[in-house]
């Protein structure tokens, strides 16, 4: 499955969750196919949509917070993945398009050809994880790991094929935070800051 066909499965199954995105094509991916206020695009730095997405979980407690990373993001910050296990927010689903390389910069292999990731996760003691490989297993995975108290892992394998014409996010970082910020204030009624 290539990674434009994960985001076909995924976007359609998103309600007013907040979506913390990796940045490079992960973000563009999402951007292209449905831009929403509720999703935070990290469109510079590398490694930091999780620790993001785990600090919004925190938060909010009583709505879900999606965070979809890529590989060399885990990769890149390993260390977060024990801070969400042992932080352990029940409302926190974190899926990883795992194509196995840096594919925003061209391809460089990462390592998680070799190093699995679902089993990094697991072993820092993530309570749900699940690793799919065809994009026909993303909706019952994701359906499943929404309705269990987190923290979860989905893992999706992907040919690393996105689309190399899909164009950049348009927004302002000032414009994806203050969209943001009103997304989560209409779904938990407080003003934003
Ligand atoms: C701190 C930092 N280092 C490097 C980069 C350059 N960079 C942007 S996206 C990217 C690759 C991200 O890889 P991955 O998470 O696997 O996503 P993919 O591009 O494969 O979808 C790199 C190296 C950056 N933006 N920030
Ligand atoms: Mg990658």
């Known amino acids: 499955m290539k990674g434009t066909e994960a985001f076909k499965e995924i976007i359609p199954l998103l309600t007013d969750e907040p979506v913390i995105h990796a940045n490079g094509f992960i973000c563009r991916e999402s951007f292209n196919q449905k831009d929403r206020e509720g999703n935070f695009y990290m469109i510079g730095s590398m490694g930091l949509a ?3 997405g785990l600090g919004v979980a925190m938060c909010r407690p ?4 999606i965070i979809l990373d890529g590989d060399g993001n885990v990769l890149m910050s390993m260390g977060t993945l024990a801070m969400i296990a042992s932080a352990a927010p029940k409302n ?4 990883v398009l795992d ?3 840096y594919e925003s910069t061209g391809n460089q292999r990462s390592l998680s050809k070799s190093i699995a990731l679902d089993q990094v996760a697991q072993g820092a003691g993530y309570p749900h994880v699940k690793k ?3 994009k ?4 019952p995975a994701f359906e499943e790991l929404m309705g269990k108290s987190g923290p979860s892992f989905l893992l999706i394998k992907v040919e690393p094929a996105f689309e190399k014409s899909t164009g950049r996010v348009t927004h302002t970082p000032e414009e994806i935070t203050s969209r943001f910020m009103k997304a989560l204030a209409a779904t938990d009624g407080r003003s934003p800051l």
């Open 99 to 101: 194509n196995e390389v």
């Open 132 to 134: 799919v490989t065809k």
């Open 92 to 95: 926190l689903l974190h899926i």
């Open 136 to 139: 026909e297993e993303i909706k």
């Open 62 to 65: 009583n709505q879900k917070t």
């Open 50 to 52: 999780s620790s993001i």
